[in-house]
């Protein structure tokens, strides 16, 4: 009996065991089922907001009894209520708020008390409107004393609604004096009679929410007008010992003639140990203590890795003034030779800073130039009396290239004129807008940077506290020595700076001898002009036969040209013709597309606040592309969670649905910055 009481006893224990653990399993679970935690508050919120860009801010609040929740939302120290919809989203209207730090706080609390908290502090700032400048030709003017001159300039802004010139030929801080200026940014002041020195300050002020000012000083340097010339003398051999003495004659010119006896031989190098002063033509006799460092012959690939630039890693880095910071663009070049021919690859970016100018912006190009090693002229071309047999060079595109790989192109761009008479006043450029920076460059039609004039720049380098701005075509015109080469032609002749050697020998600044027709200004381009034969320098090409220091015993040359005989401008400044037989696939190896319109270049060559668009493209934006100039910037953000992924979604989809609805008219704070050169 015994027995059966503990055995019962024992059964009855684990029984009261088990059903004591389901109890505490189903209360655990009826516990956890029932735990009220406190609300949660979600939100991501950027730091920095451009003005006008976000008219709200939203956050999000869960918990288990949406209904019993209590927020309370300060914006600033404010209370706002009633934010909240019944999912819990809260949407805060910032449209008002001013710029400066602003502070937001939320606070929520459930039904069982429990509290939660969210602040967060944020900025909003005024949307960059960039950088005002001024653009001169000059900052000096010279003019003789009681004449009269103008200063042109173009003011640049990408919002020219906002800005006003003034003038002072005083006090800098007393501007007084209203200056106007077209749609596109073109002044002048116009002054008469000027009877001495002036110096003129110019102030721009432009910009919607900060003014961005630019100041310019030009100086006016009055001179003594020339005395008029003392008559001519008459010319002829004035050495009674000569075969063709002429009494008559007052001044010599050379031409004298004699029955000469045979020239004495020795050394004539003043160098050289055994220098014969006596000696008149050169025997090979000389004798030197140290052998003269020997000259290079040209046209060898170590004469060519001299004159070729941007062929090693000495190149600096350089800037376009028409953009944002500095870019950082290296000139690259390599080079080639075989028996007759040079090969030059070059990525078309210059050696120097520059202006993209209205076409921006510059960009890398896979350029190849081939060239012939020794030129070959052209049996029909005799350019001395006119161009007619010789090829002539393209109207548009390139024509030539520098030595730092850039191209060269001729006079005319894209509307039509001849654009350096444009860009020194010689007319008003009223088809589309056209002008050139630093070296008479700038960049066309997919973003080929190009020369039209001058390109000396290349071999010029700042000094001390110079900038490249400080570069002036002044000092590549110094009468001091014999120009370096500037580029090559198609034909393979060398294209020299201004100065070079005269009949004479003497260092001179080479002259064109073309000339504008009567009545006309360069505003048709080409056709403007005619050639004079004994103008100028220079023959109907722009070069001549003569020494030079790479080729000594002479060779058929091109000068790069700023005046024409008369004193006025050097058309065609590189060349217009082709004294060789010409390499045609230049014009395409480098791109030579020139600066025929492009419709496909709206927003970039063309468009609102750029230029008008080019013949035959009409107002639209061409080739598919936006009519609008603006842009979406989406800032880099943490990883969300799932629910805020999902806000975001909603927000960029309503965001591109309000982009494309106000394509037509953006607000301040849409703006994107078009066009931003680097002041200086």
């Not at 109890?23 to 920095?48: C, K, M, R, T």
């Amino acid at each position: 009996m015994s027995d059966d009481n503990g055995v019962g006893r024992s059964l009855f224990l684990a029984g009261l065991m088990v059903v004591s653990v389901m109890v505490g399993v189903l209360y655990f679970d009826i516990e956890q089922e029932g735990l009220n935690l406190a609300p949660e508050i979600e939100g991501d919120i950027p730091n920095s907001i451009t003005f006008g860009s976000l008219d709200s801010l939203h956050l999000s609040i869960t918990d288990e009894e949406m209904a019993g929740l209590t927020v309370t939302v300060t914006l600033n120290g404010d209370e706002i209520q009633d934010l909240m919809d019944a999912e819990g989203n809260l949407i805060i209207d910032i449209s008002g708020l001013e710029v400066g730090s602003h502070a937001l706080k939320v606070v929520a609390i459930d039904s069982l008390g429990q509290e939660s908290k969210w602040t967060t502090a944020f900025t909003i700032e005024y949307p960059d409107e960039g950088y005002t400048v001024i653009v001169v030709s000059t900052n000096e003017f010279t003019v003789e004393r009681g004449n009269g001159t103008v200063l042109p300039g173009v003011l640049v802004h990408q919002n020219m609604e906002t800005c006003e010139m003034d003038w002072s030929d005083g006090n800098i801080e007393q501007f007084g004096l209203s200056l106007p200026f077209d749609e596109e940014g073109r002044f002048e002041l116009s002054f008469s009679d000027i009877q001495e020195n002036m110096t003129i300050t110019i102030r721009g002020t432009c910009g919607t929410w900060i003014d961005s000012i630019e100041t310019e000083v030009l100086s006016i340097i009055v001179i003594e007008p020339e005395p008029e010339p003392e008559p001519e003398p008459v010319r002829g051999c004035t050495d009674s010992e000569a075969n063709n003495y002429d009494a008559e004659a007052e001044e010599d010119d050379g031409s004298c003639t004699y029955d000469e006896p045979e020239p004495v031989s020795g050394c004539t190098d003043p160098a050289a140990n055994n220098y014969d002063a006596e000696a008149e033509e050169d025997d090979g006799s000389c004798t030197y203590d140290e052998e003269p460092t020997p000259v290079v012959e040209a046209g060898s690939d170590e004469w060519w890795s001299q004159v070729l630039h941007c062929d090693d890693s000495d190149t600096p880095a350089v800037d376009d003034y028409n953009t944002t910071g500095h870019d950082g663009w290296l000139c690259s070049l390599s080079f080639e030779t075989n028996g007759t021919h040079i090969q030059i690859e070059s990525n078309g970016m210059p050696n120097h800073d520059f202006h993209s100018g209205p076409g921006c912006c510059a960009s890398q190009q896979d350029t190849v130039w081939v060239i012939p090693l020794e030129p070959t002229n052209q049996t029909e071309c005799s350019p001395i009396e006119s161009s007619e047999g010789c090829t002539m060079a393209p109207e548009r595109g390139a024509v030539a290239f520098a030595v730092n790989g850039v191209a060269i192109y001729g006079p005319e761009d894209g509307p039509g004129g001849d654009a350096v008479a444009g860009q020194e006043g010689a007319y008003e450029e009223d088809r589309q807008h056209i002008w050139m920076g630093i070296c008479h460059g700038h960049s066309g039609p997919g973003g080929e940077y190009h020369y039209h004039a001058d390109g000396n720049c290349m071999h010029w380098h700042p000094e001390g506290e110079q900038t490249w701005i400080d570069y002036s075509l002044e000092s590549s015109r110094s009468i001091s020595e014999h120009s370096p080469i500037v580029g090559f032609a198609f034909d393979g002749y060398p294209i020299y700076g201004f100065v070079g050697w005269d009949e004479e020998g003497e260092v001179a600044e080479m002259t064109s001898s073309y000339r504008l027709k009567e009545g006309e200004t360069g505003y048709n381009g080409i056709d403007d002009y005619e050639y004079v034969e004994g103008l100028g320098d220079l023959d109907s090409c722009n070069g001549h036969w003569g020494t030079t220091p790479d080729y000594p015993d002479g060779t058929y040359h091109y000068h790069t040209t700023w005046e024409n005989g008369e004193g006025g401008i050097g058309f065609p400044y590189f060349i217009n013709c082709y004294r060789g037989v010409m390499e045609a696939g230049n014009t395409a190896a480098g791109g030579g597309g020139g600066d025929d319109p492009d419709c496909s270049g709206y927003g970039e060559t063309w468009g609102p606040g750029i230029g008008p668009p080019p013949p035959g493209c009409g107002g639209g934006s061409g080739g598919g592309q936006q009519a609008s100039g603006e842009a979406v910037a989406i800032p880099n953000q943490s990883k969300p969670p799932i629910i805020g992924s999902a806000i975001l979604l909603v927000l960029a989809l309503r965001g591109f649905t309000r982009l494309a609805s106000d394509q037509a008219s953006p607000s301040p704070a849409g703006r994107v910055l078009e066009y931003r050169p680097t002041q200086g």
